[in-house]
């Protein structure tokens, strides 16, 4: 019988609800920590002797089983708060032609986190990187110089943990930007009410749009399908070198193979979600202080300049994108707010689906996530009558092929 009240990080795992953000593991590092479950996502794993389950601030914290903005924080947001909240919209690139190059979008990410620490604001950025040991799996860093933050750009398509490092930014000299996926920030605004230590750090929070993480089993595949053995890969890009950019793959002689965007993601990657993210209404970073994506409201060719679409959601936000404009860190210029559904008509449809999902979950006796003050009913009923056939009765299919009614741990086959 499934713990339905989620009352324990054993429960939301067991549950298929865990996102892999790693904030149980900071908050509770005595009883968790991540490990990679190559078909699933990262974990968190009691630690060797420890027994029972763990609760407290690591389940309070836990964006897996709850989402919630504060009542009224939507009053008077726009698209009947869908999205949100958002203040203003712009798209914006980096004027460093490198950064700019090198980045998913516009490497605007890079350069709003790079300049926060250039002009004083914050003395590092908590970011993802690829994982010096291992290419094709992803580390935690707290860069702390242009040079280091910038070098981080790029999106990465294989799950990450940035919370499980909080711990650096609480323990940092000074303020500092935290970038993250939607999960990753709704997680660390959470952690920051529980821990004053960790509020009095966080200077600005950075979240990247996001439609699912895929496996690490996904990322093999890739490179397996380009005819490359995964162990002889010294470097895997998942974006970035052009807009949308392509998935690559290096070994030790050079460039070994590379994929579009639309094979790598459409092909493979989307395919190898986990569970969580095919039931998330937040793709947006709707917790972050500015929220970034692509812009996709108009076709992108192949080798056009990369430009990131920007959502401030705060007014901190708001202050660390007109400062790095008026700087000259970043260049671009204000949108109206209409580009931001036109940009991402996928998101806004499967935020429509998520509550079908849910609702069959719900109805099947299964546990769900609590997500509140977070409209999606409209979205749902604008679907066509297939788009909420698929969500409802389509999800009890992908429900058994993905073995829900197991634990998740057990459904891989891998030794945890
Ligand atoms: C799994 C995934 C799914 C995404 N889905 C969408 C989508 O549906 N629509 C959309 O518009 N955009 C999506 N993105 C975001 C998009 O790829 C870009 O990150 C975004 O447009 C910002 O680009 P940029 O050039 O400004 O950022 P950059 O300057 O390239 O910086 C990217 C930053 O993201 C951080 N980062 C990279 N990978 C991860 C990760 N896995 N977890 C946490 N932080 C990470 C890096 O540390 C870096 O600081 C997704 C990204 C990921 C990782």
């Known amino acids: 019988m499934k713990d339905r009240s989620l009352s324990s990080i054993e429960a939301v795992v067991d549950a298929h609800l865990c996102t892999g953000c790693g904030v149980c593991a900071y908050l509770s590092p005595d009883t968790q920590a991540m490990s990679d479950v190559k078909h699933i996502g990262r974990r968190p794993l009691p630690i060797v002797g420890v027994t029972g389950p ?101 999106s990465r398509y294989a799950p990450a943990s940035p919370c499980e490092r909080l711990d650096l930014v609480e323990h940092a000299a000074g303020p500092c930007v935290v970038v993250g996926k939607p999960c990753d920030i709704a997680a660390t605004r959470r952690a920051a009410e529980l821990r004053p230590a960790l509020a009095q750090k966080v200077g600005l929070t950075i979240g990247i749009f996001c439609a699912g993480t895929p496996s690490s089993a996904a990322t093999e595949k890739l490179i397996r399908d380009l005819d490359v053995d995964p162990a002889a890969v010294t470097q895997v890009d998942y974006r970035g070198e052009g807009w949308p950019g392509r998935f690559r793959v290096r070994t030790s002689e050079g460039p070994a193979g590379s994929f579009s965007y639309a094979e790598a993601w459409g092909g493979t990657l989307t395919k190898n979600r986990q569970w ?55 260049a671009g210029e204000e949108l109206p707010l209409s580009r931001l559904p036109e940009s991402q008509p996928n998101l806004e449809s499967t935020r429509g689906a998520v509550w079908g999902r849910v609702l069959t979950m719900r109805l099947l006796g299964l546990p769900t996530p609590r997500f509140l003050n977070m409209p999606a009913f409209r979205l749902w009923w604008k679907l066509p009558l297939r788009g909420k056939l698929t969500s409802t009765a389509g999800t009890w299919r992908r429900m058994r092929a993905r073995g829900l009614w197991r634990s998740e741990l057990e459904t891989t086959g891998e030794p945890t």
């Open 54 to 154: 763990t609760t407290g601030a690591a389940v309070a914290a836990c964006p897996g089983r709850r989402l919630e903005h504060q009542p009224g924080a939507l009053e008077g947001a726009p698209f009947d708060g869908e999205w949100g909240p958002v203040l203003a919209l712009y798209e914006c690139w980096s004027t460093d032609p490198d950064v700019r190059h090198r980045g998913s979008s516009g490497g605007v990410v890079s350069a709003i986190s790079a300049h926060m620490v250039t002009s004083g604001a914050a003395v590092g950025a908590l970011q993802i990187q690829a994982s010096r040991e291992n290419p094709l799996r992803n580390e935690t860093v707290l860069n702390t110089t242009y040079e280091t933050i910038v070098a981080a750009a790029g």
């Open 276 to 330: 969580r993210c095919l039931i998330c209404p937040d793709h947006t970073g709707e917790f972050a202080d500015l929220a970034i994506g692509d812009p996709w409201y108009r076709e992108v060719t192949d080798d056009e300049p990369g430009r990131s679409l920007v959502v401030v959601r705060t007014e901190r936000g708001r202050e660390a994108l007109r400062a790095a404009l008026a700087d000259g860190a970043l």
